[in-house]
């Protein structure tokens, strides 16, 4: 599966990350999510245009299993008009328990409970620039659609990858199989010595048997 | 369950026990039960340390059953920390015993003649109550050790730690695990330091030689069993999330939300929340102890299962799962964003038999106070173990939020009837501030937890866009929770039966199954509503008045980040929550 990602901004970066790993231990990446990733977005897109048309999940689960949506903050009842700015921050989540959990429903019974924080539907005037999108993946989400995002190649902050790696060195043993950095093979290993730019990184991984 | 087990602690030569029919209480059970025993035997002015209050542990109305998720165990009294009714809920073993043994309540009464200790033995050869001080002020885990050196490995405990000895008004009452352990806890309202005051430190619960209770309708009843586990199995909160991650999945998704009360209610955002989340905490208990070590019941007969096992750094067993609003009280509202010292602090409040989320918003509002500095783990530690020790700082901090915020001046104290307030800010998500102001017990978050009006239909359905949509909805919450409350059920089934018509038909097959009775949708809404009805008569007769039923002010006046808003239903909307 491959994300379609536009490079048509100036801004992108031209810094990218190669990785090949074992398909045992690709689930082990997915912790480089927790805190969020980025995407280029086609400002004033709606969030499910997004999603669905242009990143290609599928729609019957976009429908059914993302229960819990949020664009800056703000709770989504309708994704097909939440349009989504430059620099927004979407969040997706599976049902959650408990009766707040339950209010934060995209159009659940309970919404009116946070009625004062929902977002408003809307449209954007600058739509049609490319511009920028924090994802955060949660729970059930993020260990199903985390693969996912990650061989369709995504941007991730330098400091989240560089922490990941040095936190987690000891646990990923043999699972790297293969890694290149801005076009050139290095060792495994070497993703410790990389001298991260202050930007972000384009960062795709893919497992093989 | 025939009969009622009734402890007079303060009975001529020692305390006595008696075994009493039901009499008026025949077919309660849980809540119901506890609340029927308070409204009718406790005055409502007595005082909540002296003679005259009561201590009622009752199992739910299924419970001992095959049912499913059915040994949640309710107790009750007046409350020395709210002043009003209190009915505080525990999982653990002892229901599902209790029950087999015949025992739809304890009601521990009076008060001994001196400050001697005492421990109960329940079995299927009676009751009976003796003194032992060497129980004095051991800490719930080696308290459950020595019952376990004297009576074996398949007893279970109720029993108190330190602070209930103490009579501290965040003081809980402990149940034990599956695994013997006193992890699981009636933690609200400072029921442990009732237990404290009547001097009974443990309750030793064996039900050996009994027999699962069997329903009136056994065809009916195991039909309807099996369609209600395989609707809890099918909803993707209750057959996939809560197991996986358990409660605190929440914490991502309530930070993000900009309603996760943060540094002790002074913003709603906390930038740490990732590191202590229901994903991190799966992830590192996994780790450490084994794939399957985030997906643990607390008691036989669970199915969701949404607890787990925390190992320490060293691998060995350290607490159950912390759960959402131990993480948030001890975590986030502390600005503490390490997971292994709020396990410690978790276990550390097993063990001296506190309320985890009353103590986390009392550290919190400590801090505010200028005692230590948010997100100094260590600190809080060791207030923790002051608490533990009964110094004269620990006897405050003991005593909860309320008293902690007057003694160190504190304005921005976050309590409702003097009950700290739980991981969810009443600014960000407003019908959870109605439920909060009116419920009877103090601020309590699983006071309006579960089911749609428009499945119960109660009251027809609700418009949530008007302003009293808001109100009738978290009235119509507090109706379904007090009946599920009372028939034993974990009020996490509420999210299957929220969403799947057939998974509440079948419920209601399981209980009609049980007694041989019908049992429609109204019967439980009514069930509910005699409940509260109760409850409120007996907080009145307390003092209680409309007054009592508010958020403290500072709710209304300072916006929250990041959505600056205050809390906006007004007074006369709140009043109008228990016109019913
Ligand atoms: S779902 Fe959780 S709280 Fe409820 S009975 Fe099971 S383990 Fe206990």
Redesign the pocket.
Known sequence: MHINQESATGEASQHGLFLAVTAADFHKFVGLLNTGFMLNIRVGESVQTLLCDRIGLDKSYFDERIQTLFLNSKPVDDPATAAVKNNAILALSAAMPGLVGATFRKGGTYRWMRGSISHPDDSDTAAGKVGWITVKLFNLILKELGPFFLEGGIWLRSETIQAFFKERSGSLGDAIQYVSWNGGEIVPGGILEIEWPDEPIYIKIIHQN | MDKILRVKMGADGGPQIVVEPLGDYAGMGGRAMTSAVVAKEVPPLCHPLGADNKLVIAPGMLSGSAAA?S??ISVGCKSPLTGGIKEANS?GQPSQMLARLGCAAIVIEGRPADDTLYKMVVNKDGAKIEADNSLKMLGNYDLVEKMKAAYGDKVACISIGPAGEMKMSAASIAFTDMEQRPT?HAGRGGVGAVMGSKGLKVIVVDDEGTARREPADPDKFKAANKAFVAGLKKHPV?GEG?PAY??NVLTNVINEAGGYPTNNFSTGQFAGASKISGEAQAELENTRGGEGSAT????R???????GTFYGKNGNFLTKQP?YETVWAHGGNCGIDDLDAIAELDRMDDDFGLDTIEMGATIGVAMEGGVAKFGDAEAAINLLKEVGQGTPLGRILGNGASVTGQVFGVERVPVVKRQAMPAYDPRSVQGIGVTYATTTMGADHTAGYSVTANVLGVGGNVDGTKPEGQVELSRNLQIATAAIDATGM????AFAILDQAETFQALLDVLSGFTGQPCTADDVTDLGKSILKQEREFNAAAGFTSKDDRLPAFFKTEPIAPHDVTFGVSDEELDSVFNF
């Open positions: 998720m040994g949640r999982g699981r209750t809560l358990g409660t643990h019941g607390c008691h007969g669970c199915v969701i299962r949404c607890s759960e974990c009020l996490f089934i």
